[in-house]
Every structure is written in structure tokens, then in C-alpha cells.
């Protein structure tokens, strides 16, 4: 069983920046790909970022394409959402997540979910 807990959401203005980190526990980190995804109320969640076990790819929805950048470190158990040129359209909860499978963008694939961090940019 994997433990996963998301920090670094907060308020931030359009255009600025914030760095989301998800510690794990309980697992062996480096066997996992690891997403983020994002939610905003009565919507459904949404796929953000994926990075597979090595770190070695990566792929982003394209509404965060080259403003986001995700990150992994094994040695630490943790994985990073780097989130530059903030939006409004960016307001959400995010949530870290686990998975054996290969890299994938479906989150009915993931397994382990953390409780997630808010971000809200203000206009």
C-alpha cells in the first residue's frame, strides 16, 4: 500500500509560479509511474502530468504544455509539479498518483491517490 501526500498549493496571482511536491510511503517508489492530476468541483478530474519510473518520459496535457514541468526524485520518494505562468483556468485541486502500469494519461489506471493541495490563481 502506497501512502501519498501532497504540499506546496496556495494563492497565487496569474503569471506566477508554484512548485506542488508528493511524498510516498509504504512502497517501492521507484516502481511507479507517477501523475498529477487536477479537479475543480462537480467537474471530473483531469489528467496534468505523468513521469515514468526512471524519470526518463514524460508526458503533459496540453493545456499545461511548457508551462509545467514534472519531476521524480527515487533517492527521496518524491515527485514534483514545477507550475510556471500561472492562469485562473489553473484553479483546482491537485492530486499526486500512483501506478504499476506503464505511463498513462487515464486516471482509472492509477492506483494510489493522495488527499491533494489547492491551488487558486487570482486574475
Known sequence: QVQ???TGGGLVQAGGSLRLSCAASGGI???????????IPGKEREFVAAI???GGSKIY???VKGRFTISRDNAKN????????????????????????YLTNQNDRY?????????????
Open 4 to 6: 501519498l501526500v501532497e
Open 29 to 39: 517508489f521507484s516502481s511507479y509511474t507517477m501523475g498529477w492530476f487536477r479537479q
Open 52 to 54: 515514468s519510473w526512471n
Open 61 to 63: 496535457a496540453d493545456s
Open 78 to 101: 518524491t515527485v514534483a509539479l514545477q507550475m510556471n505562468s500561472l492562469k485562473p483556468e489553473d484553479t483546482a485541486g491537485y492530486y499526486c498518483a500512483a501506478t504499476t502500469r
Open 111 to 123: 492506483n494510489y491517490w493522495g488527499q491533494g493541495t489547492q491551488v487558486t490563481v487570482s486574475s
